[in-house]
């Protein structure tokens, strides 16, 4: 593991490196992950006043704190790597880093690692001014902050993994834009992203808790709010530990039938 | 096996499988259905073996062959049939230390990264290849001397000229002192004196090193700088694999004579002779067969008030045109064997 250190700093440092050389267009990426969980809090917000102060078990403040944290972690985990993919194999990109003496999934950690830290320049700010302005009031527990550290990462890991092997589909086509579309549709609904779960039927409720997209994000998001017993965070740490195993077995098997498959375009 | 090969290959394949489809609405709908596919023999059954330091040519027009070979050998692609041994490895299983000890450069790919300065590439591939830092300094240092590179390294790649942009993309890909190199065609797009500079650097860091190379190159002024040897594919199917001289021996059964007279040439029958290639004020060039070099010199000299007169083989880009132009006769497995031991 002690290995990979000096090859990561080596990724970090360029990669950063390379973002300083886009600045604009990294600001204007970063508004976009500000201003789709706003847009929903507003929207909440604004229902639940007219509801008299609450929808289903959300109170106005808790919405307000929801999608807050949403931000936070939709921020930390969310990955560009399924439109990357695309490219790369079209323009034959991908050959340079099989040629590499390391696996391709460890530049594209680094790269997504240091946009994040990078970006919290922007989101740390961002995130006190609207809690300010929405007046919001959370009282978190030590254990929850504590357990958030190692839950946000294993849901940055299993998006990841999972993400990274849906991308390995452009070996097969190159025309994946369609999935893509749908799978963030599918998101959407079953992570959390729209609404919270609880809001939903029971129905949609069961199916959210077998599919992988609510451990990535409405789960961190509730630990953060302090919705989660000591009890469901352990439930939720072993989907999490289950998803993450599934999704790096995806990976290493669709991985290893895509280089097989790959044919090496242009040049 | 031979005792020092680092590069052998048997019987190696590539078919690619494409979708065809004819133009028109109907075909397409029909293709919806059933798609018709078509296989392509890329590489077709080719076998070779490259010593240990040998600078080898792959010669052969475009889509020989000669590129899908090269990213086999690369562990880019995987082979349908046949096998393939680099320094021990078998390249498509891509094992790491491989990795470490091969380089492939195509003209063209980018493994510089075009926003940043080009040591900041070179640092990363340090990192990412694990050499020792003293070593790196070492290799730094030796390619700026030797490519000239000195005032190109702290500059983004995007404001780097073509010619300069492919020395740093060779000098990148050697910091890691690979043992086999893959040259694909890296003069392409250059000025003379960038290819000469390029040649010149491959010479030395053979010598060097005691490198592996197997390289392409559509210049034959690459191909007769560097390699003794050279492996022509044609078709996907190997055609020759001999030395460089023994090429015009094979493929180009005449000659060329040039003839300068004394009295200007003035309507004499010279097609006699044979193929009259060029003519000007006293000067003729006659391509002749091979066997008849002596009976028609000893003729042009009693017969014409010749002032000079000079035989040469054939330019090498001619044989080259020549032997691509014929169908293609692939020379079987025992003279293929014979031309390797040669």
Known sequence: MFAYYPIYRGYFRTSIMMMFQYRIAMLIWLLGGIIEPLMYLVVWRTVSQQQGGAVGTYSTNEFVVYFIAMMMVSHGTFTWIMWEYVYRIRMGQFSVMLLKPIHPIHSDIADNIGYKFLTLIVMGPTVLLLAWFFDASWQPTYWSLAAFVPVLTLAFLMRFYLEWSLAMVAFWTLRIDAMNQAYMVILLFFSGKLTPLTLFPEIVQRAADLLPFRWILAFPVELLLGRVTPRDLLIGIGAQLFWLLAGYLFMQLIYRAGIKRYAAFGN | ?342
């Open chain 2, 1 to 342: 096996m031979e005792q020092n090969s680092v590069i052998q290959i048997d019987q190696l394949s590539k078919v690619y499988t494409v979708n065809e489809r004819e133009a028109g609405l109907v075909a397409a709908m029909r293709s919806l259905v059933k798609r018709k596919t078509r296989d392509v023999n890329a590489v077709d059954a080719i076998s070779f073996s490259v010593s240990e330091g040998e600078i080898v040519g792959f010669l052969g027009p475009n889509g020989a062959g000669k590129t899908t070979t090269l990213k086999m050998l690369s562990g880019l692609l995987h082979p349908t049939g046949g096998s393939a041994s680099v320094l021990g490895y078998r390249p498509w299983e891509r094992n790491r230390d491989y990795l470490r000890r091969m380089t492939l450069v195509m003209g063209q790919r980018n493994q510089l990264l075009w926003d940043i300065p080009v040591v900041d590439t070179f640092e990363l591939h340090r990192a990412v290849y694990r050499i020792p830092e003293a070593h790196y300094r070492l290799a730094v240092n030796e390619l700026t001397e030797l490519l000239e590179l000195e005032s190109l390294l702290q500059k983004p790649t995007r404001n780097l000229s073509l010619g300069e942009r492919m020395k740093c993309e060779i000098a990148a890909a050697l910091l890691h002192r690979p043992s086999v190199l893959f040259l694909d065609e890296p003069t392409i797009g250059l000025d003379v004196t960038m290819q000469r500079r390029i040649r010149r650097f491959i010479t030395d860091y053979n010598q060097h090193t005691g490198a592996t190379v197997l390289l392409t190159s559509h210049y034959m002024a690459d191909v007769e700088a560097l390699c003794k040897r050279v492996i022509v594919i044609h078709h996907g199917k190997l055609l020759y694999d001999g030395e460089l001289t023994g090429l015009a021996d094979r493929f180009a059964p005449f000659k060329t004579v040039e003839v300068k007279l004394q009295n200007g040439v003035n309507n004499r029958p010279l097609a006699q002779y044979g193929e009259l290639m060029a003519q000007s004020e006293g000067r003729i060039t006659l391509r002749i067969p091979k066997d008849d070099t002596a009976s028609v010199t000893g003729r042009l000299l009693s017969e014409l008030d010749v002032a000079d007169l000079t035989v040469q083989d054939p330019p090498i880009e001619d044989v080259i045109e020549h032997v691509f132009s014929q169908s293609p006769s692939p020379i079987d497995d025992s003279e293929a064997q014979q031309a390797q031991s040669a």
